[in-house]
């Protein structure tokens, strides 16, 4: 059994930074894929970056070239380094992890979660 705790939320103000964590347990050596997803208030839970065990990274058009995915796998540590922080990025942001299949943001796949951080962009 994979467990998957994050940590790292809390309130900055636009155009600000922040940097979450997911710390993971379990069956870390068949991990092939984990990602972060993201539900704002009223909306879909929604794919942000994911990251192949191999390191391939994906992004969602939203957050490329402000979000950066990374992982430590001696430390079965996953990264998400958020810069440049919207309003609109306001959500709980959740870790997940699955042990095979693409990398995608079909929620589906994922059948590892954490319980997720509340990031809160605001002025």
């Known amino acids: 059994q994979v467990q998957l705790v994050e940590s790292g939320g809390g309130s900055v103000q636009p155009g600000g930074s922040l940097r979450l964590s997911c710390a993971a347990s379990g069956y870390i050596y068949q991990r092939l894929c984990m990602g972060w997803f993201r539900q704002a208030p009223g909306k879909e839970r929604e794919g942000v970056a994911t990251i192949r065990s191999a390191g391939t990274t994906r992004y969602a058009d939203s957050v490329k070239g402000r979000f950066t995915v990374s992982q430590d796998n001696d430390k079965n540590t996953l990264y998400l380094q958020m810069d440049s922080l919207k309003p609109e990025d306001t959500a709980m942001y959740y870790c997940?992890?699955?042990?095979?299949?693409?990398?995608?943001?079909?929620?589906?796949?994922?059948?590892?979660w954490g319980q997720g951080t509340q990031v809160t962009v605001s002025s």
């Open positions: 997940a992890s699955r042990l095979w299949g693409t990398c995608g943001f079909n929620l589906s796949d994922y059948p590892y």
